[in-house]
């Protein structure tokens, strides 16, 4: 089931010369985990703000084609165009790429219920929400700390809270670790694993590090120039590793390795991950 729909999206913003989306297709499927990467101003972030409406409810601009989310718990299915960004909320999150933009309340507890209250939900939804968000996100026992208090990994992670309090379907991360250090990260990056493995949601994941997305993502999407270049699974991208470097994305040095060993005819297929290469060259 498609949980996402985008065709033919094309926006420009008010004011900016060029389109920052051409005619951008594609589709995620319940459950799935979608990396996207790009360089620097190839749209990513744009792509994801028209995910969740506020392109084009909030931010105008020149917009054609259509998104179409359709909530896989209940079925209906919601055109941006026509849906207020409140509503889209509870069924798809987006997490913006600098969490202190996100966060300006002056406890844990009261950022995270910000947008419940918001939402007018009783009291005892309201306490359940929260004790459920506290413990996927592993911020139980800071409910009074000071957002900016907090380490960058903590601050990404109650950014995350309050957008999964909404209990969304679909979640939009863009960049969600490119602030952090590698511990932060590493939190992150986990409990975006938990949340597919045992909470079973989509995952739309902006990411600049590709060694996760390679890893992890059921198929990834390669933007330039706010087109869709590429779209495949990370074995078929993993064939392209000339395109990608000419784009000036970072790979993982496995990836980088094995693809130049293979030019040598040492192996016959490249490797995505460490633990591949290191089997495939008979060193496990
Ligand atoms: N608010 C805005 N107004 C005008 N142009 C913008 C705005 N935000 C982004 N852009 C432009 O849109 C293009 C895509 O930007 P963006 O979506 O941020 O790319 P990425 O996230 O891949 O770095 C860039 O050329 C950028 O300058
Ligand atoms: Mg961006």
């Not at 511990?183 to 409990?191: D, I, M, Y």
Request: proline fraction near 5%; aromatic fraction near 4%.
């Amino acid at each position: 089931m498609n949980v996402i729909t985008v065709e033919n999206l094309s926006f420009r913003y008010r004011r900016a010369a060029e389109y920052s989306l051409r005619d951008v297709s594609f589709e995620a499927r319940k459950g799935e985990l979608l990396g996207v990467i790009g360089p620097s101003g190839s749209g990513k972030s744009t792509l994801c703000l028209t995910l969740n409406g506020i392109i084009p409810r909030s931010i105008k601009g020149e917009f054609s084609g259509d998104v179409v989310i359709r909530d896989p718990r209940t079925g209906e299915e919601y055109n941006t165009r026509e849906t207020p960004v409140s509503r889209l909320s509870t069924v798809i999150g987006l997490v913006l790429q600098n969490p202190e933009s996100q966060l300006f309340n002056m406890t844990v507890e009261e950022e995270i219920a910000f947008g419940l209250e918001n939402l007018g939900l009783e009291r005892n939804e309201i306490l359940r929400r929260l004790r459920w968000v506290l413990e996927v996100t592993g911020l139980r026992g800071l409910e009074r700390e000071f957002p900016p208090n907090l380490s960058g990994g903590q601050q990404q992670r109650l950014a995350i809270a309050s957008v999964l309090a909404m209990e969304p379907a679909v979640l939009v991360l863009d960049e969600p670790t490119s602030q952090l250090d590698p511990v932060g990260r590493r939190e992150v990056l986990g409990l975006i694993s938990l949340l597919r493995k045992e909470h079973g949601m989509t995952v739309i994941l902006v990411e600049h590090h590709t060694d996760y997305i390679l890893r992890f993502a059921d198929r990834v999407l390669v933007m330039d120039g706010g087109h869709v270049i590429m779209e495949g699974t990370p074995r078929e991208l993993a064939e392209e590793v000339e395109t990608l470097k000419k784009l000036g994305i970072k790979l993982p040095p496995s990836l980088e390795i094995s693809h130049e060993l293979r030019k040598r005819g040492v192996i016959k297929a490249p490797a995505l991950t460490e633990e591949e290469l290191l089997s495939w060259t008979g060193h496990p």
